[in-house]
């Protein structure tokens, strides 16, 4: 089978993209050589796969070179020659589909071939292309590359409207500010996943940045205040006014941010929320769907790359709502999203979210079906579908199944796979969800019940362990 970069490519090409590559071959613009397109139409009849046998070079050749004996060397040309097409093909389609870059180029194009005629209407259309849009780090990168063609024009003089026009300062406020905004959108990244990567940052380098947004602030007073609050709720999380007030800042801004900048704001408060949440505060339950549903209601939970939702997202989204009692809208949001779940995720966390759901509805048969379907792709997946499988045993009233799976659960905690912070919440998990056990099958540590659960529910809340609310919804059942 033909094992090269051309079909490791082409494989990635969605229908309409193979048929516009084949119109991009047949002009002679680009490609001149009639045997490269007989080559590539050949090859198009194993799409989308590419992983036919007959995709094999000598039975290639029969097709291409009736007659004729295998020439090695030839051949060799002819998939390297396709190969450099591809790549031609992909930066074309990507400088077409880039916008305002495209429009940059021409205005530096007409410069340099001396049309000033022609170059004051290019920076209107150029200028109204960023008006026509919303805030985001390209959209400022894009006005500091327009403000850089005015400052150049009224370096050389070579239009009476552009000789008066103070652009040189703006361009450096362009330039701060481009330098803030990716500096911000860096750090925050780091911040945010750093502890999953194993990324180090010295935070002192961001509180300079943070002061050096303040000392600028006049150039953009709006999005550095944001950007601000958005870095100090990672950079201070036990000081929750940040994150107050920047929920109420991007609620505030909202209209004026594209999706993808909704989105980093949004997730942003969104995973404090959470951690908030799993570190006891409760209160934060609500937070977390408010913020599902921003995502929602605003579009931006579709503003990931390639317009996937994020499948932790997808089954936080169902479980956040079930919390809140909001039943029909986690059932909407399963089936409405789930097509937007990347395709090799897609059934899996379909599956997940109706575990979760059925669980939430107290229908532990039927999350238990949806759990069977669940494949066990890796350890995480093992450790989640044994954490459920442990729930539903517990809700089902099955006490040596319940045993049984935490005891399973405990011996994959000697698992090199698994980080010192994964195994301390499967510790806590398996300690808390024992004591339930005991208290509910067998009367254990129940002498004094008030006292016995108040104060199970007062370790819980404070505890830092996965499945919190449920823990805590299984102790107050035991109260009631």
């Not at 990244?189 to 194993?198: E, K, V, W």
């Not at 951690?275 to 549903?293: P, Q, W």
């Not at 990347?342 to 107290?362: C, S």
């Not at 510790?427 to 006292?451: C, N, Q, V, W, Y």
């Amino acid at each position: 089978m033909l094992g090269t970069s051309v079909v490791f490519t082409l494989r990635t090409f969605s229908s309409e993209e193979l048929e516009r590559f084949e119109q991009f071959l047949s002009s002679p613009y680009y490609n001149k050589k009639k045997t490269l397109l007989t080559f590539y139409k050949h090859l198009r009849k194993f799409a989308p796969g590419f992983d036919s046998p007959k995709l094999e070079r000598h039975l290639i050749w029969k097709s291409l070179y009736k007659g004729k004996d295998f020439n090695y060397g030839v051949m060799k040309n002819l998939i390297y020659e396709l190969g450099k097409l591809v790549e031609k093909y992909l930066q074309v389609s990507s400088f077409e589909r880039s916008g305002f870059p495209v429009q940059l180029r021409l205005a530096w194009e007409y410069i340099d071939r001396d049309l000033v005629q022609l170059i004051d209407k290019q920076i209107r259309v150029m200028e109204k292309s960023l008006l026509d849009g919303e805030w985001d780090l390209e959209s400022f990168r894009n006005s500091m590359d327009l403000t850089a063609v005015r400052e150049y024009l009224a370096g050389q003089k070579f239009s009476g409207n552009h000789t008066n026009v103070l652009v040189a300062q703006k361009y450096l406020d362009d330039l701060t500010l481009f330098y803030l905004l990716s500096s911000a959108e860096r750090y925050s990244s780091i911040l945010m996943s750093g502890s999953y990567n194993n990324l180090e940052i010295d935070k002192e380098d961001v509180y300079d940045l943070l002061r050096l947004m303040e000392r600028k602030k006049q150039i953009n007073s709006k999005l550095l205040e944001l950007l601000k609050e958005s870095l100090f709720v990672m950079l201070e999380p036990g000081d929750e006014s940040h994150y107050r007030n920047c929920k109420k800042l991007l609620l505030e801004y909202r209209s004026e941010l594209s999706l993808g900048y909704l989105h980093k704001f949004i997730t942003g408060l969104l995973n404090y929320s959470n951690t908030m949440l799993l570190s006891g505060k409760t209160s934060y339950n609500k937070e977390v769907f408010d913020n599902i549903s921003l995502l929602v209601d605003t579009g931006a939970i579709l503003a990931e790359k390639d317009g996937f939702v994020n499948q932790y997202t997808y089954v936080i989204a169902v479980s956040s709502a079930c919390n809140e009692g909001e039943y029909e809208w986690a059932e909407r949001f399963i089936t409405e999203y789930r097509k937007h779940l990347r395709p090799e995720f897609r059934e899996q966390y379909y599956e997940y979210a109706l575990v979760t759901l059925n669980m939430k509805k107290k229908e532990p048969e039927k999350a238990l079906e949806h759990l069977s379907k669940i494949r066990i792709l890796n350890l995480m997946d093992k450790m989640t579908v044994k954490r459920y499988e442990a729930m539903i045993f517990y809700e089902s009233g099955y006490e040596d199944q319940f045993r049984s799976v935490l005891d399973s659960i405990a011996n994959l905690k000697g698992n090199r796979e698994l980080s010192d912070s994964a195994k301390e919440l499967l510790t806590k998990f398996i300690h808390f969800a024992k004591r339930l056990g005991g208290m509910k099958f067998s009367g254990k540590g129940m002498e004094e019940p008030d006292f016995a659960l108040d104060s199970l529910k007062r370790e819980i809340i404070a505890a830092t362990v996965i499945n919190k609310n449920w823990l805590l919804e299984k102790a107050g059942e035991l109260s009631g």
